[in-house]
């Protein structure tokens, strides 16, 4: 079972040399090979620095950068659980997720210190980290032909009904509430994904909604690097950048809410660029008008609309 769960390991032998992640605003990419290389390196800096081991919680206050992926796969690796925390919230609402999920380990980017800075004692052990001294351990801003160099590989520690993650989720009523995510879920997730958009590790897509959202992981990231497809990455939504990117990239699947796929079609650029490759975009979250719909099937596009909760 643990084999498995390696995603990383399996299409690191089956395709290495197939790019599984890029960067959509440095244009850097990283094979499979590469990444399984990264997320080993990464367990042994987690577990070195901070001792972080099996079901241990690591909370996240980032934006979409790359090392955030890296991040969420060398915790795989030790069986510790990520916390992706959205980083639009007020220092109080961090407070109550921070107090709520009890992380031995903080990680974020410089701009949030100083929320980080002024959570509770309460429940936390006052370990942070900021991402840029990650990339910066990762050294993975550099061209490697390894990224091991020396390093062993470490073994796949979780099994499948282990949390790989909690997302905070309001529901209907109250605080937000940690939705615990295993693996199983993640597995099953991209299976019945795949069957529904038919995905193949000739496909390509370009994501940029927020990683503290369900919508950011498990709509198109888990599910494509499941079935060693190629995941472009940005660190926010820019309607032009996202269509030169599909365009460029010859994305085959795109994800979107009603609101970014209609200011999609309002830019400039949307009527002339050629995103023929695209089979289809999926859109949630709310229901698409229909208006919007044939502006998009105008454009060759077929929309296919779905319905998800961050619980499943």
């Known amino acids: 079972m643990k084999t498995e769960l390696d995603w990383l390991k399996k299409w690191s032998q089956y395709s290495p040399n197939n790019i599984a992640i890029k960067d959509g605003e440095t244009g850097q990419e990283f094979s499979y090979k590469s990444f399984y290389e990264l997320s080993h390196k990464g367990a042994h800096i987690l577990r070195e620095k901070f001792h972080i081991e099996k079901d241990d919680r690591v909370a996240v206050l980032a934006t979409n ?20 925390v959205n980083f639009r919230l007020t220092q109080r609402e961090v407070d109550h997720i921070i107090t709520d999920c009890s992380p031995k380990l903080v990680v974020h980017q410089e701009a949030y210190t100083s929320i980080i800075n002024n959570l509770p004692a309460v429940n936390y052990k006052r370990q942070s980290y900021l991402l840029s001294d990650f990339s910066k351990d990762l050294g993975c801003q550099e061209a490697k032909a390894s990224y091991l160099e020396g390093l062993q590989k470490i073994d796949f520690v979780p099994d499948s009904q282990d949390g790989a993650m909690i997302i905070y989720t309001s529901g209907t009523t109250g605080a937000p509430k940690g939705a615990l995510i295993s693996y199983d879920m993640l597995f099953w997730n991209s299976i019945n994904t795949t069957l529904r958009l038919n995905i193949s590790q000739n ?16 709509v198109l990231t888990t599910p494509f690097l499941h079935r060693g497809a190629k995941t472009i990455f940005l660190k ?61 099937h105008n454009k060759g596009i077929p929309i296919r609309q779905g319905y998800g909760l961050t619980e499943f």
Request: hydrophobic share 45%.
């Open 236 to 296: 926010k939504f820019d309607a032009e950048q996202i269509l030169k990117l599909s365009s460029q990239d010859k994305a085959t699947i795109l994800f979107g809410v009603p609101t970014t796929m209609d200011m999609m079609a309002r830019t400039p650029i949307f009527k002339d660029i050629d995103i023929s490759t695209l089979r289809y975009a999926i859109v949630g979250g709310e229901p698409m008008p229909v208006d919007l719909i044939k502006v998009w």
């Open 65 to 84: 950068e790359l090392e955030y992926v890296f991040l969420f796969y060398s915790l795989q690796r030790l069986g510790a659980i990520m916390v992706p």
């Open 203 to 218: 496909d390509c897509t370009v994501i940029f909604l927020p990683f503290f959202h369900t919508g950011g992981w498990n």
